[in-house]
């Protein structure tokens, strides 16, 4: 019996090794396409991803033409065509940016509107669910799906790691974890947490917001200057014959080097000056 036994413990070890070499690893969510991450989150969730870059190459061909027909410079006709071929991004990213600045104002209000589900004797996935009438406009569908797929499942840690993926926001992030350790260890302090939480995201709201309306000074400047010597090309491109300083080789490079100068400064000028973004600390 005892050979019978050793041998039982052996296979029963070989086997625990082979399953553990030959177990599939599970499967870790592919992070979204830029592209289709950027129309996400402009808002444009039923554009196919192959519009924007069409929409930039339509975009760029078609104001190039135009500017090489009016100037006959072909530098001109290059700048033209990668302007408006980087139009249709800027405005991906603009639109983007104010959706995503809409959100977080509207954040301490649904964090507030689960404090008050809470303390009204709702259960935490009763509480998430409501964001699908209280919550941020943008993410209600969202919170619409966690509240039927919990409902046909009742997994609620499951579900809210869905919900947490589905949204890829830092705010709800921290909601989640919140509300993650308050299903697994309990406790009687979750309505004060949520109000401290509430408070932050309200305080954090408004420096961003004064520091926002001081920046702007500071870009609109920089915008009017990267703009003013353009405006003063084109009021003197009306005149004839000044473009043909700019057909030969040395006026072609002046124009480039004043495009590649204008465009660098600007960028870097924003690259400075932006606020640094919530990160996903908890994805």
Known sequence: MGGVGVGVLLGLGVFCVWWSCWTRPPRVRRARRPLR??????????????????????AGTLAGAVALV????????????????WAPVALSRSRAWA???????QWPDA???????????????????????????????????????????GAFETELDRLREDLADPVFDRLAA???????????????????????????????????????????AARLAVAAP????????????????????TGALVLGLGALLTAGSYR?????GRLPAPRRVLA
């Open 37 to 58: 991450a950027l129309l996400d989150a402009a808002g444009w969730t039923e554009v196919p991803v192959a519009v924007l870059p069409l929409g930039c190459l339509l």
């Open 70 to 85: 009016l100037s006959a410079v072909p530098v001109l006709g290059a700048g033209a065509f990668a302007a408006a071929a």
């Open 99 to 105: 959706r995503a600045q809409d959100a977080a104002a």
């Open 111 to 153: 964090v507030d509107a689960v404090t008050a589900s809470v303390r009204a004797g709702a259960t935490l996935p009763e509480a998430v669910a409501s964001l699908a009438v209280r919550g941020p406009v943008r993410f209600r569908p969202a919170f619409a799906r966690f509240a039927a797929a919990h409902r046909a499942s």
């Open 178 to 220: 919140t509300l993650r350790m308050t299903r697994q260890v309990g406790g009687s302090d979750l309505g004060s947490t949520l109000r401290t939480f509430s408070g932050y995201l309200r305080e954090d709201a408004r420096t961003r917001g004064e520091l926002l309306a001081r920046q702007s000074w500071t870009v609109s």
């Open 230 to 249: 353009w405006v003063v090309l084109a009021l003197l491109a009306t005149r004839p014959g000044t473009l043909t300083a700019f057909a030969d080789t």
């Open 268 to 272: 870097l000028m924003l690259r400075l």
